[in-house]
């Protein structure tokens, strides 16, 4: 071929991607070229009751006409177990959504997922835009996932139930033994009509992580009776039918929506994910109550806004044939485009510009307390980065069940945690 012929190629196939970047909006994802059409599939959970999900996604195609992003919807409940048997298996999965921390340590200690540094470089992505968040990715130097969701944990409460009682709503600096006795004023009725002053769900940080608040504690220790205080209120309120029984839930399967949507619950502590999801179920008509949210309440002697979080963060699978197109989808989902997408549902991104806060603030549903109640005074990590988080969090998750279900007394229950966790501590 000549150098007219080779000019004459060049300048044909100049002229066809520049007509497909003006159809696409002119944005085409690195490492996709612009005659592909990609189809990027992610892993997710209750996508029908958490909004985000594909309000990010529509955010992210309207942008890049030619990638479609498909959601592989797993049950909440045993999302860790179910992802690790499919990339165990070879699960070609692009994106993997990583729900926590324990589960982020063993995708990669198991090399399931890739090592994000050289792409955040090429990028020139400051990752001190996550305020901190990115840090507690960060393992011997490389970090496998970026956080697109840095929520906190609140109190949750239901004002019908608390006008009827001719009671205040919750002071945004509540203690723990104030709730209690809070909780023991709201109760009231039995059977169809039991109405629960408050309510614990089943998983261990509803209980756990107010034990740690006061900073001289953490999820991983060599000594767990420091839980008890916390787990005699919540095993006495249940027995004292205040909250509701830890077996009932287990065995019905119950999700903490329901009995508050349901107007069963006067007070829940969880996790400021349950905002943009209340407001979406308010508006579908699933219940019509009016509710508030207040600051997570403390122990005595530390300071109001003192709470727990966790990180919500996506990951590359090793597996996948697509990591150019994935990263991209990444990049935009955990920076700010991806954040104003996510707060315009009524969640809390990872990165929190003031022009993504005004989105969540304006927000039509968002309580007008919950401005005041998300300001922290200090946000304890939920479980910290260790080799053998998975192992510790799998017996505490065994013995927090027998302490709820009353198998074995508080007592014996920590002293259990205590030795088992020691022993792994030690290998």
Known sequence: ??????????????????ALIAVSGGVIPSGVSAQDSITLKMTAWDVATTPYWQAVIDAYEAANPNVKVELIDL???????????????????????????PQYAAMLTRGQVIPLNDYIEAAGLDLSMYSGAADELIFEGSIYGLPFRSDIWILY????????AGLDYPANDITWEEFDALARQLTSGSGADKIYGAHFHVWRSCVQLATVQDGQNSIIAEDYSFMAPMYTMVTSMQKDGIAMDYGE????????????????????????????SLIAAEKAGEFDFDWGVGAFPHPEGVPAGTTAGTLTSLAI????????????FIKFYSGEEGAKALAATGNLPAVR????????????GVPAEAIEALQTTTVRLELPMHPDVGEIEQILNEEHDLIMTRSVSVEEGLAEATERINEVLED
């Open 249 to 276: 839930q287990r065995a019905g399967n119950i999700h903490y929506s329901g009995p508050f949507k349901n107007g069963q619950v006067a007070m829940l502590p969880m996790g400021s994910w349950f905002i943009g």
């Open 157 to 164: 409460y239901n004002k019908a139930i608390f006008d009827e």
């Open 317 to 328: 699978n090793a597996k996948s044939n697509n990591k150019d197109a994935a990263w991209d």
């Open 75 to 101: 049950a909440s409940a045993d999302y860790g177990e179910v992802i690790n048997v499919r990339l165990t298996g070879g699960d070609d999965t692009d994106i993997i959504t990583v729900k926590d921390i």
């Open 353 to 364: 510009t003031p022009d993504v806060l005004e989105i969540f603030a304006s927000l039509d």
């Open 1 to 18: 071929m000549n150098k007219w012929s080779d000019w004459r190629v060049v300048n044909l196939l100049t002229i066809l991607l520049v």
